[in-house]
Every structure is written in C-alpha cells, then in structure tokens.
C-alpha cells in the first residue's frame, strides 16, 4: 500500500500518471532548531557522521489507532536518503526511517544543517507514514507528537495511502 507525505513546510499538490490527484491541506513539517548540536563539520563526511550521531539522540514511541497499545520504535540502521548541494560538495543532512515493526518506516526524522547562513547549526522536523499516534524524544525530552486517526480514512491534511495494483512486467 503506497503512502505519499509532504515533507515541505509548503502546501503541495501532486498528480499520479494513473490520474490520482491529492492536495495537501496543512504543511507536512516544522522544523526546529537543535540549540546544542555541534556546529557543521567543514568536511562532508565529517558532516554525515555529526548527522548520524544527532539521528541517535531521537526516539519514538508509536501508539496503535485501534488498541491504544504502544510500542518503542526503532530506527532504521541507514538514512533512507542524504542531501547535498548540486556540486555534491556540501553534505546538507539525511531522512531517517523509525519503524515498530519490520523495515517500512512509520514516521520520518529530517535532520539537516541550518540553511541560514548567519548562524550555522543544526534542525529537524518529523513527519507521519501512519494512522498511529507518534511520540517523539530528543534524550528525554518530548519533542513532537501527534494523535492516532481513524483507519477508515485514507486521506489527512498532509498525507495519505491508498491502494495501487502491483505492476507485473513479463520476462
């Protein structure tokens, strides 16, 4: 089952080839600023290791729709994509996967250098591939959450799944 989210603070609008249309309603992340992270490494790889060590310090407990069981997560062992800047000479940051069950990640944690020049650093932002509710910790401090949501919708302000026919190829 495809999920689609907006990982934007823009509100998007997207058209599949098949004709499926969707129109986020409410921005898909905030972003906030990590006050005691180190300062961007100069190089890019020490950079990818500042960011996979901040990556460390995130946790999340997911919280069943249904049950209102909750279950740790945990997150998955490589980024699931690294930016950087056209050149490639600029690591910018990477998505981590957190997951409870398997390797399909129920929710995504953004971490990226600051792109405000005048005061380097680093921010994150999660968003939601889940009708769960999601607590988010930085050590043991709350960070973000959100609310389980009906399993009968399909479709939320800034995400959603739907139903998509494998495509089989002939060999």
């Known amino acids: 089952m495809p ?29 906030k600023t990590l006050s005691d992270a180190p300062l961007p490494a100069e190089s890019p790889r020490k950079r990818r290791l500042q960011c996979r ?7 999340a407990t997911l919280i069943e729709a249904a049950s ?21 000479t600029y690591y910018l940051g990477a998505v981590f ?3 409870a069950n ?13 792109p405000d020049t005048t005061k380097p650093g680093w921010r994150y932002a999660f968003t939601r591939m889940t009708n769960g ?6 050590g043991e401090n709350n960070v973000w959450s959100v609310e389980p949501v009906p399993t009968t919708k399909a479709s ?12 089989v190829t002939e060999r």
């Open 53 to 59: 060590r901040i990556a460390e310090r995130f946790s």
């Open 133 to 138: 509710g999601v607590s988010a910790r930085e």
């Open 3 to 31: 999920c689609f989210v907006s990982a934007t603070e823009e509100l998007i609008e997207v058209r599949w080839d098949t004709g499926r249309e969707w129109k986020a309603t409410a921005s898909g992340l905030t972003w």
């Open 102 to 114: 398997g390797t399909n990640p129920d929710v995504l944690l953004l971490l990226e250098t600051h």
């Open 97 to 99: 996967g957190l997951t």
């Open 156 to 167: 939320f302000p800034e995400w959603l799944f739907f139903d998509e026919p494998r495509m």
């Open 68 to 88: 209102r069981d909750s279950q740790e997560m945990r997150r998955l062992p490589r980024p699931i994509c690294e930016l950087t800047d056209a050149d490639e």
